[in-house]
């Protein structure tokens, strides 16, 4: 039980937030079973929102749906990221593929990969990542994110920073008042940051909001669509869409001008609406 509730928000997308007195709690709506992914999908949780986001092996060809249905097999066979070696046949499977021996073909299971041959059971590590540890499988190319043992002696520090003993391996949170483990994550201020030695935040990713107006609630860190246009922070302006004013001057959309007869109104067209308020710097 969360002591102290003060406002509930609940969006379109069943997401929800809970403000109390110092601090924003997030629902894992993902946990608490509010969401139903598609069986090709994964839930992800955010705060103030989740998404379903296509496995591996689907993609969802950029068409977005909340619940993943949009995810569809992707042919790796056609599109060229199978990883079969010439003396096999790459065979399309849903959510994956496979390399299959012609019949009467003696294969190897060697895989290509970055244009070089890997013969089938060979181990190595990303020249871009080192971090990621491939193998070859009987044609398949299987890599993954490096497995952090902290027994190991030979363990990559840089790779598993919460192995790192060092007291320097502990980050300061933004507030000054908590402290994280290397490896540890946390969102601040609309951006997901984690502690890597420093504290390192990017910002968070939003689900697309199509329509003309969009605001930023209080306390939220996505664009939500509202029909309002004055009371849009955000405006995809389409400049065929004019205002004509008090003068009947036409005015593009993203124009602002300050309304004949006040000195502090300032009006502006959004999409053919025009919205006018009064500057309370300039009363
Ligand atoms: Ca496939």
């Known amino acids: 039980m969360i002591p102290c509730v003060k406002n509930h928000f609940h969006n379109d997308l069943r997401s929800a937030l809970i403000r109390t007195e110092s601090h924003l709690f997030y629902i894992d709506e993902c946990s608490e079973g ?3 992914c598609d069986t090709h999908a994964t839930c992800v ?3 103030g929102w989740y998404h379903c986001e296509c496995r591996e092996g689907y993609h969802d060809n950029e068409v977005f749906t909340a619940n993943g249905e949009s995810c569809k097999d992707i ?7 199978s990883t079969c070696a010439n003396d096999t046949v790459c065979f399309n499977l849903d959510g994956g593929y496979d390399c299959r021996c012609p019949h009467g073909h003696n294969c190897t299971g060697d895989c290509i990969h970055d244009s070089k041959v890997k013969h089938n059971g060979q181990i190595w590590v990303l020249d871009n990542d080192r971090c990621s540890v491939c193998s070859c499988q009987s044609g398949r190319v299987m890599c993954r994110r490096m497995v952090c043992d902290c027994d190991n002696p ?3 520090l840089f790779c598993c920073p919460e192995c790192d003993p060092r007291l320097t391996s502990q980050c300061l949170h933004q507030n000054g008042l908590l402290t994280y483990s290397s490896g540890d994550t946390w969102i601040e201020s609309c951006q997901r940051c984690q502690c890597l030695g420093e504290v390192d935040c990017w910002p968070l990713s939003c689900p697309p909001a199509d329509c003309d107006f969009t605001l930023v609630p209080e306390g939220e860190c996505c664009p939500r669509c509202v029909s309002d246009p ?4 955000a405006v995809r302006n389409d ?3 004019t205002c004509e004013d008090e003068h009947g001057i036409t005015r593009f959309s993203g124009s602002s001008w300050v309304k004949h007869g006040t000195e502090c109104t300032l009006c502006q067209c959004k999409n053919g609406h025009i919205c006018c308020s009064v500057d309370p710097m300039c009363l």
């Open 154 to 156: 030979t363990l990559d």
């Open 239 to 241: 400049i065929t869409k």
């Open 230 to 233: 004055c009371q849009a922070h």
């Open 34 to 36: 509010l969401v139903q």
């Open 75 to 81: 042919d790796e066979c056609r599109t060229g990221r």
């Open 45 to 47: 949780n955010l705060p």
